[in-house]
């Protein structure tokens, strides 16, 4: 699932809609990072999800999947990894910067 700013700004509305006193609702910019952590932390990001089919666009930590390649995202790791699985079934740990979701 792609977290576009407009699902964010409906996110907040709602929030804030939900909350009876003013002073508990966070600013947007504060409910957006909130949300942004609290989906990096469930395995979400922007873009990338269990199951989402990536190109290889780059290598910066030592995987050795090739560029163009396609593989699928299987799991978030710590540190900002995403295990990834190649169609010959090799997996190595990719960042979001070293690949694009197709």
């Not at 009876?20 to 922007?46: P, R, T, Y």
């Amino acid at each position: 699932m792609k977290i576009t700013e407009e699902i964010k700004d409906e996110l907040f509305i709602e929030f804030c809609d939900m909350e009876a006193n003013e002073e508990m609702c966070l600013s947007k910019d504060a409910f957006k990072e909130a949300i942004k952590k609290a989906l990096i932390l469930c395995g979400v990001s922007k873009s990338f999800a269990s199951g989402v089919k990536v190109q290889i666009v780059d290598c910066f930590k030592g995987h050795e999947f090739g560029i163009g390649e396609i593989v699928e995202i299987v799991a978030f790791f710590e540190d900002n990894l995403w295990l990834a699985k190649g169609l010959d079934g090799k997996k190595w740990y990719i960042r979001e910067e070293e690949a694009n979701v197709c």
